[in-house]
């Protein structure tokens, strides 16, 4: 299966959001609940922000939220802080037939 | 608290072998999915391995089936990725993860794997 599709850069003054997304097949994103965002800083191992498509795991502010239409997954970082600035990874349930999950290329976000 | 600290990593010439190891604690190791995931530099990342709770599956990516081995010793609480025949395009960090229901919900830090002559 293919990777799943990232925009490589966003960026966005602090204090404003930004929307990223994340666009499978019919037979990935677009068929499953099982889709993923992961921040990532630079040489640190990725942490989970979203599963389920919108759920927050303990610990993560409600400024960081995800959403799905179709094929295309999004996450949306609200209220945008410094820190904030990492790669963020999506991944989904890949399908009938596969075992092993599928991840997108990654989105470098950059605060202004 | 969870951990996973993955040992094992190095530089090896292309064709040769190297082992990987992930020792757990924290969580009942013997009940969940485990998962190595590689980032080649720069790069996004590769679900490459996964093993189910018992032992009993292994499920690879293209990329690695037949030349990588995963392995896990429940009593230990510890994973084990033998990899053979490796290329340079298997350069990459490696992470451990703990994967719940198709996310990875707890990663290692991470241990680089370098093949070149």
């Known amino acids: 299966q293919s990777a799943l599709s990232q925009p490589p850069s966003a960026s966005e003054s602090p204090g404003h959001s930004v929307t990223i997304s994340c666009t499978g097949t019919?037979?990935?994103?677009?068929?499953?609940?099982?889709v993923s965002w992961y921040q990532q800083h630079p040489g640190k191992a990725p942490k989970l922000l979203i599963y389920?498509?919108?759920v927050r795991p303990s610990g993560v502010p409600d400024r960081f939220s995800g959403s799905k239409s179709g094929n295309t997954a999004s996450l949306t970082v609200s209220g945008l802080q410094a820190d904030d600035e990492a790669d963020y990874f999506c991944?989904?349930?890949?399908?009938?037939?596969?075992?092993?999950?599928?991840f997108g290329g990654g989105t470098k976000l950059t605060v202004l | 608290e969870v951990q996973l600290v993955e040992s094992g990593g190095g530089l090896v010439q292309p064709g040769g072998s190297l082992r990987l190891s992930c020792a757990t604690s924290?969580?009942?190791?013997?009940?969940?999915?485990m998962t190595w995931v590689r980032q080649a530099p720069g790069r996004g990342l590769e679900s490459v391995a996964k093993?189910?709770?018992?032992?009993?599956?292994?499920f690879y990516a293209d990329s690695v089936r037949g030349r990588f081995t995963l392995s896990r010793d429940n009593a230990a609480n510890s994973l084990l990725l033998h990899m053979n025949s490796l290329r340079a395009e298997d350069t990459a960090v490696y992470f451990c993860?703990?994967?719940?229901?198709?996310?990875?919900?707890?990663w290692g830090q991470g241990v680089l794997v370098t093949v070149s002559s």
């Open positions: 019919t037979s990935d994103v677009g068929d499953s609940n099982y």
């Open positions: 389920d498509v919108s």
């Open positions: 093993i189910k709770p018992d032992g009993s599956e292994t």
């Open positions: 991944s989904s349930y890949g399908g009938a037939g596969t075992s092993n999950l599928i």
């Open positions: 924290g969580f009942a190791f013997k009940s969940h999915f």
């Open positions: 993860t703990r994967e719940y229901w198709w996310r990875c919900d707890y």
